[in-house]
């Protein structure tokens, strides 16, 4: 039965590439970009208003669409750009490139159209589950201490939740925080944050475009249960020299851009904080004693370079560079602690026809740390690093306007060194301990297909067969019921093989111009996990992969959504419920012991968790007045072996209601305001219930995990930007913003501990820690 | 600009702060606590066995009177009396085999709860000492003492070649009970450090510091892997409140039965140090 259904799928588009080329259809192709910078535009739309008929450009700003022999015109549009209306004679394959400009003139022949014709994916697309926020949008927004912040605006997307004050992790859908695979240009990182959390990595005058799936997560993604937050550099700008940057309160940053000859452009662009700068400036104001050797801070570095050879032929070279510092050093002591990533990525496409565009990408990534502490002659450093390698050979053939094929391959080598630890005196090595390195291979085949069945009925279907193989040298564990060790292995080559079949589909029925119904399923397997076990991940956590002891975890999620524009598309509503199960969920024991054991699967327990929850969104894109409020209403929880006593219990990022009210609103061409509050359910979290005395001190017992909350969260945050007059007549234009964080100075609760009093040690008390009260920040941007 | 740009500052590194609230928990389900640390050194001996109570009431702890209470070895049994009021001592004849495996076994309404420790010898403490504090090392706000000198001790001590070593000391102030609680001690297995000579251990917490004439009490508690590892866990709660702790737990047990508390017997030295 399947194999006689996959055939007649195999003739149904081998007969529409068929009747195609017996219709006497051409291709028309092309890239997008932007006038101004050259910049490659991401779901540009390419409309064809005689056919109701459309095509958006990939990430790499190439579109391709059949028609049938005749003239058309096309309309050419972006968010943020003017349409493009084109009359194409196609009597051949065409190529047409097309430079769209924001709210600009009209260019050669072309003519300026009107924006209710376009095509508008909100309710077309068979995406759901999806989010996008233009990096220009989150300029606009408040952010901690003035720096923008590309994870901060995420987190006030419905179907998100962060857990921690001014903490850049974020959590998707009942998925913890490492399930979400975070690209930059297609690398993953696998720290992405700065100062323990509080500023994300990414610099946001070096991004061009995010997008969060949050479900439906196409089959050319894979490895992560619950999202993928896919970030693109600018590719630079290719008409002239530009650049931009900031002095802000805590850090600086700068950036600039370049054409390369004709054919290429690139974009460089640093920061640098100087928190221990401005620590020591306020320690002096307050009179206190400074201490000239301390240091604590961090910067990165994003570079990339892109170059077409020829009409078929383009490469990419990308990198980025992060690092946090922190130590300090006197005559008698000192230590000193860094971590950080770096990834670079190499890319060429290449077109084999009009129709079928093709991208192979090699990237490596790298997270590491050490810990240096030394006293007199006595030394002690501890170091940990993963590496990874990875090739990607990605397919797109536009093989007619109703079907676009995706198809490829992926393999990652992930090497993780967790630990290595040694003791030194007098420069020699005392002592040394090493956890053994752990080495294992992530590969993957995906299809995908996006086909119109009618003008209503719109099907997403693909699958992904994922493998992960664990390669020796290794020594495995074998643990009894009590996950004690009761035997050791030694492996040499592969040694265990898992693989998962990820079947993704994604339906789209249009009930009239302005709505949709969506649904979609996805499953997705993990083999890489993080050995975290705090409120906050730490840049000391490890991940671990899958092995013989730990299964690969699973996900299955439904989905089903009402998407509604309004307004002339202006306006966006959408409506999504979903269901998550995930199977192999992991969580550490009490106490567990994570870092530094060379036996991780004994402190992990194993389980299942569930997921279901309603979000809401209505959005404004366009107009002087943007913004938009989300509200979720969700649940997540976790079933463990040996945790609360065997029962279900929820899960510390379990917030069941989220509301995020955004807003920018440009007044004129001098002022603009940003705006957002937020309002969430307090943490869930462990509270005492009884005690006893040992030895003096209040020995805790707790009854249930995470039945207690932290009190309700929210907050209001605001910024003011101001831009001189004189910008519109000079090249350099500057302006200044005004941030304040918690504007209403609200006390929430980071976490509730509890003490004993140091007069009555009989006496325990409840005491609330909060770590941000109002905050005002004062950044100063530039752009030439 | 500069007024506006250091008042920003100001509030920035300004934010984070504490304070005490009120907050209703929930009520207790009651448990036999039984707390047991029986050493080698001469001095009385004994095991407590209570009820756990409300976490934030006025109550301490609750004693149980009327258990039955017996310690074992692989070669005698004794009973423990109640002196006080849910105290039960070992009597003063008792010795302790080191080296030897001891079950505790304590029965409180017909219900019985066993726990069992291995007495490991304890490496003899070297070089008592007492060092003086720089007093500009010492914030003025730690210190306690009206003196212009202030002291704290030091040890040596050899650890014993093998795994599963584990260390419990503490130092007080000889004829008070000041300082005798767990929060002043300090405690460290061998994982990374196998058989090692250890010099120059500093325990004083610069808010317990001595003075000229006091007679300091220095002990060292051979108390393996396996209590390190309940102090870990009973540290990790009491000292909550970091971005990165784990989530609360309950700390562990060797007790069967359903009993919390935990049964600890080690080989123990003492040593005293004048400060002059």
């Known amino acids: ?41 991401i779901a540009a739309t390419v409309y064809v208003p005689d056919l109701k008929l459309g095509a958006t450009s990939n990430v790499y700003g190439f579109y391709s669409i059949t028609l049938p022999a005749g003239n058309y015109d096309i309309v050419y549009s972006y968010v943020g750009c003017e349409d493009q209306l084109i009359h194409i004679e196609l009597t051949t394959d065409v190529t047409q490139n097309v430079e769209l400009e924001e709210g600009g003139a009209v260019i050669g022949e072309v003519v300026i159209s009107a924006a209710k014709d376009k095509v508008d994916q909100n309710v077309t697309s068979t995406e759901m589950s999806v989010q996008e926020v233009s990096i220009e949008t989150v300029k606009k927004l408040p952010a901690l201490f003035g720096e923008v912040d590309i994870i901060k605006v995420i987190q006030l997307l419905p179907g998100v939740k962060s857990i921690g004050e001014g903490s850049s992790g974020f959590y998707v859908r009942g998925g913890n925080a490492d399930q979400n695979l975070v690209l930059l240009d297609e690398a993953p990182i696998y720290n992405a944050s700065h100062v323990l959390g509080f500023f994300s990595s990414f610099n946001p005058d070096a991004i061009k475009d995010m997008k969060l799936y949050k479900g439906a997560i196409p089959s050319h993604f894979g490895g992560r249960l619950s999202s993928v937050l896919d970030i693109r550099m600018k590719e630079g700008n290719s008409k002239k020299f530009a650049g931009s940057g900031g002095i802000g309160t805590l850090m600086s940053r700068l950036a600039l851009e370049a054409p390369i000859g004709k054919a290429g452009s690139f974009m460089v662009a640093g920061r640098r904080s100087y928190i221990d700068i401005v620590s020591k400036s306020v320690q002096a104001l307050r009179g206190e004693k400074t201490d000239g050797d301390n240091v604590f801070y961090f910067y990165d570095l994003n570079a990339k370079a892109n170059y077409r050879i020829n009409e078929n032929n383009r490469i990419f070279a990308s990198g980025y560079f992060g690092r946090d510092v922190l130590g300090f050093k006197n005559d ?102 090493d956890i053994q390195d752990n080495t294992s291979y992530e590969s993957a085949l995906y299809i995908n297909n996006e086909q119109n069945l009618s003008t209503k009925l719109k099907i997403d279907y693909g699958v992904r067969l994922s493998m992960l193989n664990n390669v020796g040298p290794q020594d495995v564990y074998g643990l009894d019921d009590d996950y004690e060790v009761i035997d050791t292995t030694r492996y040499t080559g592969a040694y265990n093989t898992y693989w998962n079949l990820e079947p993704r589909l994604g339906v789209r029925y249009k009930l009239n111009e ?27 956590d490890i991940w671990f992969s899958s092995s013989k002891q730990i299964k690969p975890q699973l996900a299955d999620q439904i989905a089903l959504g009402y998407f509604k524009n309004l307004s002339n598309n202006s306006i966006e509503l959408s409506a999504e419920v979903y269901y998550k199960d ?39 894109n366009q107009g002087k007045f943007t913004g938009w409020i989300s509200y979720t209403l969700s649940k997540v929880e976790k079933k463990i072996a040996s945790i609360n006593n065997d029962n279900w219990y929820n899960a510390k990022y379990d917030k069941p209601h989220d509301l995020s009210v955004v807003v920018a609103y440009e007044l004129n061409k001098q002022y603009s305001f ?83 009093e140091e007069s009555n040690p009989n006496i325990t008390y409840a005491e609330r820690t909060s770590i941000f009260a109002l905050v005002p920040s004062l950044t100063y941007n530039l752009k030439f | 600009m500069n007024k506006l740009f250091y008042i920003i500052i100001l509030f920035s590194f300004t934010s984070c702060f504490k304070d005490r609230i009120e907050i209703d928990l929930n009520q207790e389900n009651q448990k036999i606590v039984i707390t047991a640390w029986i050493t080698d050194l001469d001095e009385p001996q004994f095991v407590t066995v209570g009820k756990t109570v409300n976490y934030l009431g006025p109550v301490s702890q609750e004693f149980v009177s009327g258990a039955t209470v017996k310690l074992s070895n692989s070669t005698d049994e004794f009973f423990l009396s109640e002196v006080e009021v849910g105290r039960y001592y070992l ?186």
Not at chain 2, 189 to 215: K, P
């Open chain 1, 674 to 756: 940003g705006s957002s509050f937020v309002y969430s359910t307090g943490n869930a979290v462990t509270f005492p219930t009884g005690k006893y005395d040992f030895l003096g001190v209040a020995v805790p017992i707790y009854s249930d995990r995470n039945d207690a909350r932290l009190p309700d969260y929210h907050r209001l945050d605001f910024s003011v930007t101001y831009r001189s007059k004189k910008n519109e007549n000079r090249r350099y234009k500057s302006e200044w913003v005004l941030s304040v964080y918690n504007a209403y100075n609200r006390r929430n609760a980071f976490s509730i501990d509890f003490k004993q």
């Open chain 2, 91 to 276: 009597p003063g004849d008792w010795t302790a085999e080191l080296g030897d495996t001891y079950t505790l076994n304590v029965l409180v309404d017909d219900k019985e709860y066993v726990a069992s420790h291995l007495m490991r010898a304890c490496p003899e403490l070297k070089n008592v000492d007492f060092l003086e504090y720089d007093l500009d090392d010492v914030d003025e706000e730690e210190v306690t003492l009206d003196s212009f000198h202030i002291y704290g001790t030091t040890f040596d001590f050899q650890d014993v070649i093998g795994d599963d070593d584990a260390y419990y000391a503490i130092d007080y102030l000889k004829g008070t009970m000041a300082g005798d609680s767990m929060r002043n001690g300090a405690f460290a297995n061998d994982d990374f450090v196998d058989g090692e000579y250890f010099g120059e251990i500093e325990l004083s917490e610069y808010d317990r510091l001595y003075a000229e004439g006091d007679t300091a009490v220095v002990e060292l508690f051979s108390i393996g892997d396996e209590s390190a590892n309940y102090l870990l866990d009973i540290e990790s709660e009491i000292f909550r409140g970091g971005p990165f702790d784990a989530p609360p737990a309950n700390v562990r047990t060797n007790f069967t039965g359903g009993a919390v508390g935990y049964f600890i017997i080690s080989g123990a030295q003492v040593a005293e140090v004048i400060i002059e």
């Open chain 1, 582 to 620: 995930f199977k192999n969920a992991i969580d550490f024991k009490d106490h567990a012991q994570l870092l530094l054991n060379d036996n991780l699967e004994a402190e992990l327990r194993i389980g299942k968790a569930r997921a279901y929850g309603l979000e809401l969104m209505l959005r404004k």
């Open chain 1, 332 to 433: 008698d002591e000192s230590f000193r602690v860094e971590w950080g990533n770096s990834t670079s990525t190499l890319r060429w496409n290449h077109l084999f026809s009009p129709k079928v565009f093709s991208n192979l990408t090699y990237y490596y990534s790298n997270y590491n740390y050490f810990l240096d502490f030394q006293e007199d002659i006595s030394r002690f450093k501890w170091t940990s690093k993963l590496k990874e390698h990875s090739l990607k050979f990605d397919l797109g053939a536009y093989l007619n306007p109703n079907n676009t094929l995706r198809f490829g391959l992926h393999s990652i080598q992930h090497n993780i060194a967790p630990g290595n630890i040694e003791t030194i005196e007098n420069d020699i090595v005392k002592q040394s301990f």
């Open chain 1, 1 to 41: 039965m399947i194999k006689n259904m996959i055939l007649l799928w195999l003739l149904s588009l081998i007969g529409t590439v068929a009747i195609c080329q017996g219709d006497l259809k051409h291709t028309l192709s092309g890239q997008i970009s932007d006038f101004k910078s050259g910049e490659d535009l």
């Open chain 1, 514 to 540: 302005s709505s949709s119904i969506k649904a979609s399923y996805n499953r997705t397997a993990q083999y890489i996990q993080l050995a975290s076990n705090g409120n906050s991940a730490t840049p000391f």
